[in-house]
């Protein structure tokens, strides 16, 4: 029976592959939309016209956290 070779691993190591794991995922997250919350945005409103307002804003900021540009703009109501 032979001994496999196995390579020695140190906290630093595991750590450096665990953040790089993080960082695509979190990539993967942006690109997906997945950190947009639209309950997020309506829960700031008090009342209709301010929440229709506030996800109206989320939606069409290019930068937004729905990872989607200017999707929303590119919509034709939007198209000015």
Do not use: C
Not at 13 to 37: C, H
Not at 43 to 65: Q, T, V
């Amino acid at each position: 029976m032979t001994a496999s070779k196995e390579t020695p691993t140190t906290p630093a190591l595991l750590l450096d592959q665990a953040r790089g794991i993080v960082l695509r995922e979190q990539e993967k997250r942006n690109q997906l939309g997945l950190r947009f919350n639209l309950f997020e945005v309506l829960d700031r409103a008090d009342d209709e016209e301010k929440g229709h307002s506030a996800m109206l804003a989320a939606l069409l900021d290019p930068r937004g956290k729905h990872g989607q540009g200017e999707t929303f703009l590119a919509y034709p109501p939007f198209m000015w």
